[in-house]
């Protein structure tokens, strides 16, 4: 199965512990972006990447959340000292590219990590 | 602020009928819409995509409209089959300074009975 890969499917941490989620892009994609559905809530952008950099991080909370996407490996997406309010649906998606000639192109999306916090 | 409207927020059907799904979008500068499906405890896939000078454009059983003037789009999906029972997503992109983002719309939550 060549598409984006995320994991773990579910998992559940305690207030105050940390959350590492990761996600594989498609083969050949080089342009990854998280996003986040809370119940009954559409999903909202969080963060878009490339290897190595980050291009819009401008949906991310400005504490306790980061990402990364290094040159080998897969993306990261790292809560710390998590809080009931981080349980949510977490997904993943990767594009060939970005602009054009891209902007046509979907974004393919994982099957995502369900959090719960206790 | 862009934003996306989706309406009915939920809707139920006999297997076989038709139904059409309606999105209001506020999304400027707007580069293309897709129409996403997303079943339980899954990734949303793409089901269709039209850019600003496309009115209306097929893939199987979906047919989906876009009015970029009034900022209407709309999915028809017929001859309903029970594998349709999902939640149905309208994402317009943006363009320019937008960085391409997509606006995720709460999604109807198709329910289709035998």
């Known amino acids: 199965n060549a598409g984006v890969m995320q994991n773990p499917r579910h998992l559940v941490r305690r207030r105050g512990q940390e959350a590492r989620l990761r996600c594989s892009p498609m083969k050949g994609h080089s342009h990854v972006y998280w996003y986040r559905q809370l119940p009954e809530e559409g999903l909202k952008f969080m963060v878009y990447?490339?290897?190595?950099?980050?291009?819009?991080e401008s949906g991310m909370p400005k504490e306790r959340f980061s990402a990364e996407f290094p040159k080998e490996g897969p993306s990261i997406l790292r809560i710390q000292q998590v809080v009931r309010g981080d349980s949510a649906a977490y997904f993943c998606?990767?594009?060939?590219?970005?602009?054009?000639?891209?902007?046509?192109?979907?974004?393919?999306f994982g099957d995502g990590t369900r959090l719960s916090i206790l | 602020k862009n934003q996306v409207e989706q309406s009915p927020q939920s809707l139920i059907i006999l297997e076989g009928k038709n139904c059409t799904l309606q999105?209001?979008?506020?999304?400027?500068?707007?580069?293309?819409l897709r129409w996403y499906k997303q079943d339980t405890g899954r990734g949303p896939v793409s089901l269709t995509i039209m850019t600003f000078s496309e009115n209306t454009k097929s893939n199987g059983r979906y047919t989906a409209t876009l009015d970029a003037d009034t900022k209407q789009s709309s999915l028809h999906i017929t001859a309903s089959q029970l594998s349709d029972s999902a939640s149905y997503i309208c994402v317009p992109r943006g363009g320019g300074s937008t960085l391409g983002r997509l606006y995720f719309g709460r999604g109807t939550q198709l329910t289709v009975w035998p």
């Open positions: 999105c209001n979008y506020t999304v400027s500068p707007f580069s293309n």
């Open positions: 990447l490339q290897k190595e950099n980050i291009i819009d």
């Open positions: 998606a990767s594009s060939l590219g970005q602009g054009a000639p891209y902007s046509n192109q979907p974004q393919h």
